[in-house]
């Protein structure tokens, strides 16, 4: 077994979950839900922040083909307008556990807080990602899957650099959003630029667009 993560130990069906992408000014937040067998052993396995991207595709390869089973969830942009980042990181992983082929008896969530699921118990640990193999699994399909989908937007909207910064508000992310504007793709609720920054005129003519729809 890992010698930094642990199983916890019970005789319910245990499901991990966590999220990625919470942070993120553009794509969706993608949470991961995964249920592994009592004997799974794979001493690699860490958080996702941890790993290289190598190291994650592989080990969500072998989680995948290894794990009792396993379920992705998402909200898109606009319902995290809707909703609030913090409901639609719960929503998400909610999502997910319902993609599971078995239902779990006992949720073990990253971090303080959760919407409960009626007749689901669970615990809420607080960086759980770095302590029990089931919520670190969890967090390595979801930041994987998400990872995934922003390389796919990347190839249609290149000048965001995605493919580098998964949507996260890296400098060039930020520039680029004040020089050529929003996609549909953004989260309109966030600050997308620093408030000492100004939009170009056809950047701020994306905005008013997007906020008319």
Request: proline share 5%; hydrophobic share 40%.
């Amino acid at each position: 077994m890992s010698k930094s993560l642990k199983r916890y130990k019970s005789d319910r069906l245990v499901a991990g979950c966590d999220e990625a992408g919470r942070g993120c000014l553009a794509g969706p937040v993608v949470a991961g839900a995964v249920i592994l067998p009592y004997d799974f052993d794979l001493a690699q396995l860490n958080d996702s922040k941890q790993l290289n991207l190598k190291q994650r595709n592989e080990l969500a390869a072998h989680i995948i083909n290894h794990s009792l089973s396993w379920g992705i969830g998402l909200c898109t942009p606009r319902e995290i307008e809707k909703h609030n980042i913090l409901q639609c990181s719960f929503l998400a992983m909610h999502r997910a556990v319902e993609m599971l082929e078995a239902v779990p008896e006992l949720l073990l969530i990253d971090g303080n807080r959760f919407i409960p699921i009626p007749s689901i118990p669970h615990i809420c640990v607080i960086k759980g990602d770095g302590k029990f193999q089931s919520i670190a699994a969890a967090s390595i399909i979801a930041k994987t899957a998400r990872d995934a989908m922003m390389f796919a937007l990347d190839k249609k909207h290149p000048i965001y650099s995605w493919r580098t910064n998964k949507g996260y508000p890296s400098k060039a992310h930020r520039a680029a959003i004040a020089e050529y504007g929003v996609t549909e793709h953004h989260r309109m609720t966030f600050k997308l630029i620093p408030d000492d920054a100004q939009w170009s005129p056809a950047a701020a003519q994306t905005l008013l667009n997007l906020q008319g729809e």
